[in-house]
Nanobody, 121 residues
Framework: VQLQASGGGLVQPGGSLRLSCQAS????????VSWFRQTPGEERKWVAGISGSGAITYYTDSVRGRFTISRDNTKNTVLLQMNNLKPEDTATYYC???????????????WGQGTQVTVSS
């Protein structure tokens, strides 16, 4: 499985962005997918995850109610809709695929390249 993340950019506080993680390869629905984010000098932190079928979603407390993760297995795509963005959401965002949705980066088998999200006025 290869992952390609896109959709980052510069947005004002309170604005919205939608990140996309496009997968190639077979059996995409066998994998849970998560989004992580990372700022310079800090560890990569788990943000949100979705089960292989898309039936179950998970969020870290700081984004619950503002971010929505979804997937379309017919298109091999996972989306992260980010609303009401805050300056503290500024980071490089990565998508990752693994057999389980967990908050530990080393448990994921495949990673996309990062996409930068900057929230600033």
């Amino acid at each position: 499985v290869q992952l390609q993340a896109s959709g980052g950019g510069l947005v004002q506080p309170g604005g919205s962005l939608r990140l996309s993680c496009q997968a190639s390869g077979r059996s995409f629905s066998d994998y849970g997918v998560s989004w992580f984010r990372q700022t310079p000098g800090e560890e990569r932190k788990w943000v949100a995850g979705i089960s292989g079928s898309g039936a179950i979603t998970y969020y870290t407390d700081s984004v619950r109610g503002r971010f929505t993760i979804s997937r379309d297995n017919t298109k091999n795509t996972v989306l992260l809709q980010m609303n009401n963005l805050k300056p503290e959401d500024t980071a490089t965002y990565y998508c990752a695929a693994g057999r389980l949705v967990v908050d530990r980066p080393h448990d994921y088998d495949y990673w996309g390249q990062g996409t930068q999200v900057t929230v600033s006025s």
